[in-house]
Nanobody
């Protein structure tokens, strides 16, 4: 089975930037649609961005986040700029064989999540 691992999280001040990486072992991500989700305490898991042949973004992150993929590195990235306190969450990458969707239930493989904290 494909195993996904997130990296690049941490603590950053409001207005700062982070780049998250999603890498795969045991298989390739090339045949899958990859989405980024986040879940904060007391909130439902929400879709942030997704990439198939084109990128898609939640309204809350449009203009600030950029999703991309590198086939040679077998990785998907999420560049996060102008971060806000509301972006604080655990971020997950996930894969689906179908197409970009905003429902977490449509995704089959998940990373364990990585903490992103925006605080001054």
């Amino acid at each position: 089975q494909v195993q996904l691992v997130e990296s690049g999280g941490g603590l950053v001040q409001p207005g700062g930037s982070l780049r998250l990486s999603c890498t795969a072992s045991g298989g390739t991500l090339n045949y899958y649609v990859i989405g980024w989700f986040r879940q904060a305490p007391g909130k439902e898991r929400e879709g942030v961005a997704c990439i198939s042949s084109d990128p898609y973004y939640a309204d809350s992150v449009k203009g600030r986040f950029t999703i991309s993929r590198d086939f040679e590195e077998n990785a998907v990235y999420l560049q996060m700029n102008n971060l806000k306190p509301d972006d604080t969450s655990v971020y997950y990458c996930a894969s689906t064989p179908v197409r970009c969707r905003w429902s977490a239930s449509e995704y089959d493989y998940w990373g364990q999540g990585i903490q992103v904290t925006i605080s001054s």
